[in-house]
């Protein structure tokens, strides 16, 4: 049962590169996101999904592109990465209109330099 | 638009210590209620919830009442154990929206 599963775990980058944070999820719920979170910062959401295909910005989406091409995975993409992306980022799935408890990813540690 | 404040901390108590942890939402229509706890290192996991006005969530000791009258959904833990330090985040969702909100987190440190 593994719920949803963020990868990679860790990652240093440097200014300028791009990487993409894959998130999957095996519940076949239809809403994802995907949010970081910094210190006494809170959670902040960097995008969202509603179902296959769709995507949608969220507070903080600069910077970022998501793709939802298959309904278990939501793509994060940071084109030209910079030092203000150092963060943890959280990968979130939920299930329909009537299911609205979150489940959560163990995280992505991204650093920046 | 939606919103949760809960009490800022960070909060440090000592073992079997009372907790109160407060938070209180705006919301336009009848959200459900959740409280999740984020362990270090780790993702957040949830910890109760509530669906409904009076419901009262309850899980490892843990509960939080959902108060329409006051907007609030305050986590209460009579005897807090070392091993409840965290970080709890209180969240609304509503049924037919597509995103959560989620309050800033509080950080509960329990000493022994």
């Known amino acids: 049962n593994a719920g949803v599963t963020q990868t990679p775990k860790f990652r240093v980058l440097k200014t300028g590169q791009s990487m993409t944070l894959l998130c999957a999820q095996d519940?076949?719920?239809?809403?994802m996101y995907w949010y970081r979170q910094d210190p006494g910062m809170g959670l902040r959401l960097i995008h969202y999904?509603?179902?296959?295909?769709?995507?949608a910005k969220g507070e903080v989406p600069d910077g970022y592109n998501v793709s939802r091409l298959k309904k278990q995975n939501f793509l994060l993409g940071l084109e030209s990465a910079a030092p203000s992306q150092t963060s943890v980022y959280f990968c979130?799935?939920?299930?329909?209109?009537?299911?609205?408890?979150?489940?959560f990813g163990q995280g992505t540690r991204l650093t920046v330099v | 638009g939606n919103s949760v404040t809960q009490m800022e901390g960070p909060v440090t108590l000592s073992e079997e210590a009372f907790l109160t942890i407060n938070c209180t939402y705006t919301?336009?229509?009848?959200?459900?209620l959740f409280w999740y706890v984020q362990y270090p290192g780790e993702g957040l996991q949830l910890l109760l919830k509530?669906?409904?006005?009076?419901d009262k969530g309850s899980n490892k000791g843990f509960e939080a009442t959902y108060r329409k009258e006051t907007t609030s959904f305050h986590l209460e833990k009579g005897s807090v154990q070392v091993s409840d330090s965290a970080v709890y985040f209180c969240?609304?969702?509503?049924?037919?929206?597509?995103?959560?909100?989620f309050g800033d987190g509080t950080t509960l440190t329990v000493k022994p």
């Open positions: 979130a799935s939920r299930g329909g209109t009537l299911n609205t408890e979150a489940f």
């Open positions: 519940m076949n719920h239809e809403y």
């Open positions: 999904s509603v179902g296959e295909g769709t995507t």
């Open positions: 919301a336009t229509g009848y959200p459900s």
């Open positions: 509530a669906t409904k006005a009076d």
């Open positions: 969240a609304l969702s509503e049924v037919n929206a597509g995103k959560s909100t």
